[in-house]
């Protein structure tokens, strides 16, 4: 219980310092924007850089877990954050910064799988409970960024706060690599990409719902400061309007993961994303910065359930031997879509208007989650482990 214990709180020590350091520039992307004066496409490029290259990164790099580097993975994720802030910490265009993007997503790609295949594998038992608690020090750094950054950036300058970060990282670094961390268990075909997984119910249903719970975050990493900043909110408030997003999730996740333990984890992700959907969809409708960040509240709560219980569906339906391969494989897809909703929301927002945006955003999440939830439905088998 003690060895469980200790590698659980590494895990969320760490993933809390290197989801920090990553996000810092979603509050700052404005201001990069503003000070060296490239496009608002400019914007989709950078926040598709990094999703694209979290994508290859799960896919091909998140199964060599399985073959016993789980440690060796978990080290260099934390180098790669230090290398992506440093990049925009220096630099000064365009290209610079989509390059400095694309190590951290790198680094989150490298990092998150073998991590949460790692808690999910302590216990056969209270899986979503402890995804939950990680989903929830995963988000809660990824705010605690841009708020330290958007507070930063008035006395400091543009580029100290990545300065900061880049220390944060390393801090991560140092947890992972002088902790103990079990290895995962191995299976002989842990090597082999892991779209395959796909044919199994038991991990395509769970991946779609994941899918469809992380597709506003397109829009929210390239668009939320830009339209927050357009409806007249500063940079401190654009940084706490995620800290506001956060407070419940972090304080709900664990328990949200421990009802859909109990309850049925089928049925509290679907019904959490019933809620999501249509709170997705309203976020454009307002143009007082309060109104969308008290949506936001709201909407915290339902993922606060939902995420960890479709995290757990994943982490009981992984074929033995592939747990850290099916957490990428669900991060890969989380990825692709989120970067192809970036590019195309960041092009859009020029030529339409926000509550066209978030509504399609509701509409296609809506549509994923219910295709999920009657692909499960039909499979017939009660004894699955999706339940």
């Not at 399985?66 to 802030?85: K, M, P, S, W, Y």
């Not at 395959?196 to 668009?223: N, Q």
């Not at 999730?249 to 809620?275: E, K, Q, Y």
């Amino acid at each position: 219980m003690t060895s469980t214990r200790t590698t659980e709180r590494v895990m969320l020590s760490a993933a809390f310092t290197l989801a920090a350091s990553n996000s810092v520039v979603f509050a700052l992307m404005g201001n990069l924007q503003d000070e060296f004066g490239f496009a608002d496409w400019g914007l989709g490029i950078i926040a598709a850089a990094g999703f694209l290259t979290s994508f290859v990164m799960q896919v091909l790099v998140a199964p060599f877990a399985d073959r016993g580097h789980t440690r060796r993975l978990l080290i260099a994720g934390t180098v790669l954050a230090v290398i992506g802030n440093t990049v925009f910490a220096t630099g000064s265009s365009l290209v610079q910064f989509v390059l400095g993007r694309a190590f951290a997503g790198a680094a989150s790609g490298t990092f998150m799988p073998p991590a949460y295949a790692t808690v999910a594998s302590l216990d056969a038992e209270g899986k979503s409970e402890r995804l939950g608690a990680m989903r929830g020090v995963d988000l809660a750094g990824f705010v605690t960024g841009p708020v330290i950054g958007g507070l930063l950036v008035g006395p400091l300058g543009l580029r100290w706060p990545f300065v900061l970060f880049a220390g944060s990282a390393l801090v991560a670094m140092a947890i992972v690599a002088t902790q103990p961390i079990p290895a995962l268990p191995p299976n002989e075909s842990g090597q082999r990409l892991a779209f395959g997984l796909l044919r199994h119910r038991s991990v395509l249903v769970p991946v779609m719902f994941l899918v469809a719970l992380a597709l506003p975050v397109g829009i929210y990493d390239s668009l939320w400061d830009r339209f927050l900043t357009d409806i007249g909110a500063s940079d401190a408030v654009v940084g706490l309007s995620l800290a506001v997003y956060a407070i419940p999730f972090v304080a709900l996740s664990r328990f949200g993961g421990r009802l859909a333990d109990r309850r049925g984890r089928i049925t509290v992700c679907f019904t959490g994303l019933l809620v999501v959907a249509p709170l997705t969809a309203l976020y454009g409708w307002f143009a007082v910065p309060a109104i969308p960040i008290a949506i936001g509240v709201v909407e915290s709560c339902a993922q606060a359930a939902a995420s960890p219980a479709a995290a757990g569906m994943l982490a009981a339906g992984a074929p033995p031997g592939r747990a850290s391969a099916a957490q990428g494989l669900a991060g890969a897809c989380n990825q692709l879509v989120a970067a192809t909703v970036a590019l195309v929301a960041t092009w859009g927002y020029g030529q339409t208007t926000p509550k066209v945006l978030f509504t399609i955003a509701g509409a296609l999440l809506l549509a994923i989650g219910v295709a999920a939830r009657l692909i499960h439905r039909n499979s017939g088998a009660t004894s699955s482990p999706i339940r």
